[in-house]
């Protein structure tokens, strides 16, 4: 996928479908109340942030009104003021209620995760390192999540289970060694990208000899992270393939950019998905303030 291209329709629309079913249930017991007519909305956001989410929000009004007009004013990804009106709807007035917190569900976590990301893609600026996301997310809503991620201006680490292989402390356990996993990997799994974690600098070593397409340095002190990169550098400067080291664990906000500074490749972190703070956003009916 490309930074901004959003998941297949087909899985915004799943999304959509079992948030819906989940919020209406039966039906909108409250909304059959109100005469079904035309009607105005507009959608304002109420803090400094990032916008992404509006396949799913417009989904989320597409399914209850086909005909609903909606007018972004805004696009995904950028960055707002609060007190920004982000669009206009026009549709029945019961749609537009009973969409309404389905549609700023999506809106709010998916902008929160980008605005957590941009935070920290502002942090190491001109450092060279990228930020990524991990597999750290809400349940159901992964590629959501990691779309987000991207419109933030943060990378995508591998999807799930199936799209790279990722040697970690219990696989290299039950290989014998780093070398002996990597072997292993490359074997059974010669297409996919292979990523080692290392917990000591002999791993280290060992990982860049045998060779793979990236090495995770995992809770490394500041010191060992610095002499890591002067070693994979070494190694590149005699001729070997250059092989990108990722930091991972124990990684802040605080502290990201003295990490970049080191001179490592990426930083993941599974805050940016896990620890999500929701933008604040509300939808009401009527014209905006002028």
Known sequence: ???????????????VRRALAEDLGSGDATAALLADVPERAYLLCKQDAVIAGRPWFDACHRALDPQVRIDWRVAEGERVAAGTVLALL????????????????????????ATATAAHVDAVRGTGAAILDTRKTL????????????????????????????????????AGSVAAAIALARRAQPSLPLIVEVETLDQLREALAAGCDRILIDD?????????????REAAAGGSPR???????????????AIAEDGVDCISIGGLTKHV???????KLGPPPT
């Open 139 to 174: 349940p159901g809503l992964r590629l959501a999540q990691k779309y987000a991620v991207r419109a933030g201006g943060g990378h995508n680490h591998r999807i799930g289970l199936y799209d790279a292989v990722m040697l970690k402390e219990n696989h290299v356990r039950v």
């Open 243 to 257: 092989i990108p080291l990722e930091v991972s664990g124990g990684v802040d906000l605080d502290g990201l950019r």
């Open 1 to 15: 996928m490309s930074a901004l291209s959003p998941p297949p329709d087909a899985t915004v629309l799943e999304d």
């Open 277 to 283: 703070r929701a933008v604040d956003l509300s939808m």
């Open 220 to 232: 490394f002190t500041a010191a060992d992270r610095r002499e890591a990169v002067r070693i994979a």
């Open 90 to 113: 026009e549709g029945r007035s019961r749609a537009l209620v009973s969409a309404e917190r389905t549609a700023l569900n999506f809106l709010q976590t998916l902008s929160g995760t």
